[in-house]
């Protein structure tokens, strides 16, 4: 009779046996190909230090045609998932735009493009309405399209509508910002400040014959004058501290109205070449004073606490005395009129801002 233990034993071992045997052969296949790794690798580094270098170029030369297989059998896939990535851009800019679309046409004015607009004259126009309704003066239309008179205009007749009032004008070799800003009897300022117009340098304001720019405000010589109140120059007169005016604030400073207020251009420009004390157009505290890069020179905003900011800039370095948290009085001297930051000459460039956003005309404020 069988031994049920013994034979149970005798399985145990023959199972542990063939265990062994497979482990031993694997073992046995992973060090031959091991072995052959190393020896591969071993003889490809002597090789190529025998060799200094020798077979670099050949190892190059196949890495790359290796690069260019791989590109070729797979530049099918890789096409359609560029593809399929640019439809989705294009589909999320779409929807970008249409959900902004209301937006853009409400806020932004087809005046502050920069570009020059053609209009055909139809039944009932006369400049001045045109002029209205484009918002540039009769002059700047009669002067663009050489008209004569005021009755010029006939049905149908194609006009070329300057975005701003002023003065196209053509570089010739020679001219600067300065000699074109004299021919048309405004500051230089209005020039540059002109988002529009580009310069060769953008540090010296330098310009390329054949250049066209646009010269706001700019009067052209030997022209009479219609629309005399677009190009009337103001003076300012000095500001007495502690004496308020008919509006909310006092004039910062004494000097000409070298720029206006408008689209492009966020205040209104105080020219003096003597260079005159800046002062504060209302008590306020102080919450910025110093440097700034974005084109204001040395400058000033104080906080009025009534909903307005004010700002002063393009003052002389070293010549502002408040600082940041000081509270200061109407009238009260803060610094000096310069020409600091992207400035052509000595002025004073006078904001008024809500202190929620956005920027208010002076000329209305200040009376």
Request: charge should be neutral.
């Amino acid at each position: 009779m069988l031994n049920i233990k013994e034979v149970l034993q005798d399985e145990g071992k023959l199972v542990s046996q063939f265990s062994k045997d497979q482990f031993g052969f694997w073992s046995w296949v992973v060090d031959m190909l091991l072995g052959w790794a190393g020896y591969i690798k071993s003889t490809l580094s002597k090789l190529m230090y025998r060799q200094r270098g020798r077979f670099s170029q050949s190892f190059v030369n196949v890495g790359m045609a290796t690069l260019a297989f791989v590109a070729m059998l797979f530049s099918g896939k890789i096409e359609s998932i560029i593809v399929s990535a640019n439809n989705k851009e294009s589909q999320n800019n779409l929807m970008v735009l249409n959900a902004n679309n209301d937006a853009t046409v409400t806020l932004i004015s087809d005046a502050n493009k920069g570009d020059i607009t053609e209009y055909r004259v139809v039944e009932g126009d006369t400049v001045s309405s045109i002029a209205l309704k484009f918002g540039v003066s009769i002059d700047t239309i009669m002067w663009q399209n050489n008209l004569k008179t005021v009755d010029a205009i006939k049905v149908g007749q194609l006009l070329e509508i300057l975005p701003i009032t002023g003065v196209e004008h053509k570089v010739k070799r020679g001219e600067t910002i300065y000699s074109i800003a004299k021919y048309y009897n405004v500051d230089a300022q209005n020039i540059i400040d002109y988002p529009f117009n580009t310069f060769t340098n953008d540090e010296t304001y330098s310009l390329a014959a054949g250049q066209t720019l646009l010269v706001p405000d700019g009067i052209k010589p030997s022209e009479v004058i219609i629309d005399t109140l677009r190009y009337s120059v103001k003076s300012v007169a000095p500001a007495v501290p502690g004496v308020v005016g008919e509006g909310q604030f006092n004039w910062p400073t004494v000097g000409i109205i070298s720029q206006k207020f408008s689209w492009y251009h966020s205040g209104v420009d105080i020219a003096n070449r003597s260079g005159p004390s800046v002062l504060a157009a209302a008590s306020g505290t102080v919450i910025t004073a110093g440097w700034n890069p974005g084109g204001y020179g040395n400058y000033v905003i104080i906080d009025h606490g009534n909903g307005y900011h004010t700002l002063y800039g393009h003052m002389v370095t070293g010549s502002i005395i408040v600082k940041v948290g000081q509270v200061v009085k109407q009238g009260q001297k803060i610094g000096q009129m310069g020409s600091t930051g992207r400035s052509t000459g000595t002025h004073l460039h006078f904001e008024i801002r809500k202190a929620s956003g956005g920027f208010i005309d002076p000329l209305t404020m200040l009376k």
